[in-house]
């Protein structure tokens, strides 16, 4: 597979692409606590940070467990996974602990996180679609504007693979 086949066919409603710059957004996590982001891009070599609609929902659901199935593997490359939607902080709280998910999940209520990322999102009820975005060396090196789910952590891992990472 070659990483031309990552990279997905242009911009969607103003989302980042690669190449673009990771955007400096500050979010509360499922525990209430701050999260820079723009400081945790710089913690590990690699950060995926996933958009889905709402927490506890089957789709989101499949996401989040995949993410959590692949966890060992995708630390073990250095990959740190960050969660988001616009579900509040005990949403939040309870779709990780009811899924057992190793990784932060932030509660962007207001959608500055969205917006940041110019992740789309659904007309009337306004949550966002589900996206992904690879980031390294604080760009965007991968997106994912189709919606993964059950396979996210393989599509990421074998994303690493094909960039020598």
């Known amino acids: 597979m070659s990483l031309g086949s990552f990279f997905g066919s242009g911009s969607r409603n103003g989302s980042l692409q690669v190449g673009d710059s990771a955007p400096a957004v500050v979010a509360v996590d499922d525990s209430g606590a701050t999260v820079d982001l723009a400081e945790a891009f710089g913690r590990q070599e690699w950060t995926l940070v996933y958009f889905y609609p709402k927490a506890d929902t089957p789709g989101c659901t499949k996401q989040g467990c995949s993410l959590r199935d692949g966890y060992a593997e995708l630390t073990k490359r250095g990959v740190a996974v960050f969660g988001v939607s616009k579900d509040n902080v005990a ?30 999102t659904y007309p ?18 991968y997106t994912d504007h189709k919606g993964t789910t059950e396979e996210q952590a393989a599509v990421i891992l074998r994303f690493i693979d094909e960039a020598g990472g």
């Open 91 to 120: 949403a939040q709280r309870a779709f990780r602990a009811k899924f057992k998910l190793p990784f932060p999940l932030l509660a962007d209520t207001e959608g500055k996180v969205v917006e940041a990322f110019g992740v789309p």
């Open 124 to 141: 009337v009820v306004g949550m966002p679609h589900r996206q992904a975005y690879l980031i390294r060396g604080r760009k965007i090196v």
